[in-house]
């Protein structure tokens, strides 16, 4: 019998030979027996809030996934949190949980900075802002940020380019006066639908769409003296620019006397396409995510800027750091990595970034003299609220009141 190949023919040197592979099998058993150590997995919990917007949980992962590539031994897990705001602000500790980085979309702002010492400080000089984003994120020291914004979602003017040529321009308008023209230009036989539309396709939709036009309109005090409602009405009022914008939403509404019975309002941008209207107040997402046939019929406007300060509300997705985290360093090198990849990011989902990319550009030019009001919490007018303003049975400073509490107005501004 031949055992490990010997030859048993041969006394001493088979049991020299024996005696090796004997040796060699027990060192093979012996190495084969010991368990190589596994590193540890290190985890990071980033946890998305979502209430509301047009925020992809899908246009993360890619980066999730990068991030664990970069740095060998940490897992990702990722989790979606869809509470109300209001739910949130009443135990924001209760939702974070064991979060090492939250995401989240500014309608929680409110909610999540109710603890102002919940957060790790995050440099301000990490991104360069726009007027007024930057303030909503300021934290209490006055120096750093409680959370870093990361992408923006204006509230933007689509305007179709078939307008262009029924006003004998092939270019889009970009002044208020020639924007309120076209809005109470006479419409087509058979229509009932006006030229001038607000988009509702989030519960969040009407009240800022409506907050742009204020907002656009508003700052325009010497058209609006002539556009819209005769100088007694006006008088009557005794409304400044602001007050009077929502009176004049009336006129481009109405063809004839009477009180407003609705808003013009369509579900999402691609009925707009289809409609015979010409003008919408839209999210700069919305618009987006229209397939390429329908987004080329159309000018993407921020609301003008002429002479004067502009205002425009916003949406903003954010990160910030709890200070409950149990890996604050690596969700602070998460953050920086998704900063650095946020061209990406801000491509999948459809919104602009407030950074430059790799191309030393950012999507939006942010002019001089042009402000972002940010969405800070889940306040919403309905469209109730809006036509009593309009017929006057809501006074219109309450009106204002109403629709800007949704929103980052800070006082000294």
Request: net charge neutral; glycine share 6%; aromatic share 10%.
């Amino acid at each position: 019998m031949t055992v490990f190949g010997c030859n048993s023919s041969n006394g001493k040197k088979s049991a020299v030979r024996f005696g090796l592979l004997f040796l060699c099998a027990s060192v093979v058993f012996v190495s084969c027996g010991k368990k190589e150590e596994k590193k540890p997995v290190e985890k990071l919990n980033v946890k998305i809030f979502l209430s509301g917007t047009n925020l992809k949980v899908k246009a993360f992962e890619p980066i999730f996934k990068e991030f664990e590539a970069a740095h060998g031994g940490v897992v990702v897990n990722a989790t979606v949190e869809t509470a109300d705001p209001g739910k949130v602000k009443d135990d924001p500790a209760l939702y974070i949980g064991q979060a090492d980085v939250i995401l989240f979309p500014s309608a929680f702002n409110a909610a999540l900075r109710s603890r102002p010492d919940a957060y790790y400080p995050i440099s301000a000089t990490m991104t360069v802002m726009p007027p007024l984003i930057d303030k909503a994120y300021i934290a209490a020291d006055g120096t750093s940020n409680w959370a870093l914004p990361l992408l923006i979602d204006p509230v933007v003017i689509a305007f179709k380019k078939a307008a262009s040529e029924i006003i004998g321009e092939n270019k889009p308008p970009r002044d208020w006066a020639k924007i309120s023209m076209i809005s109470g230009m006479k419409r087509s036989e058979g229509t009932t639908m006006p030229h001038l539309v607000f988009i509702t396709d989030s519960p969040y939709g009407l009240t800022d769409s409506l907050a742009a036009f204020q907002m656009a309109a508003g700052f325009y005090q010497d058209q609006v003296r002539e556009i819209a409602v005769n100088k007694e009405e006006y008088e009557m009022f005794g409304v400044k620019a602001f007050g009077q914008a929502i009176l004049n939403l009336k006129t481009y509404l109405k063809e004839s006397e009477g009180p407003v019975e609705e808003i013009p309002q369509l579900s999402n941008v691609s009925e707009f396409v289809q409609s015979k209207s010409l003008i919408a107040f839209t999210r700069y997402s919305s618009v987006m995510s229209l397939p390429s046939n329908e987004r080329d019929q159309l000018y993407l406007l921020l609301p003008p800027c002429d002479e004067k300060k502009m205002t425009i509300p916003c949406q903003v997705a954010a990160g910030a750091l709890p200070m409950e985290a149990s890996n604050p360093k690596r969700g602070m090198d998460f953050l920086n990595f998704l900063l650095s990849h946020i061209d990406v990011v801000a491509k999948a989902q459809g919104y602009c970034t407030l950074h430059e990319a790799e191309n030393g550009k950012a999507d939006l030019r942010f002019a001089p003299g042009v402000y972002f009001v940010v969405r800070d919490n889940e306040a919403i007018i309905n469209q109730k609220t809006a036509i009593d303003a309009m017929n006057g049975r809501l006074p219109v400073e309450e009106f204002n009141e109403r629709w800007a509490e949704g929103f980052n107005l800070p006082k000294n501004n």
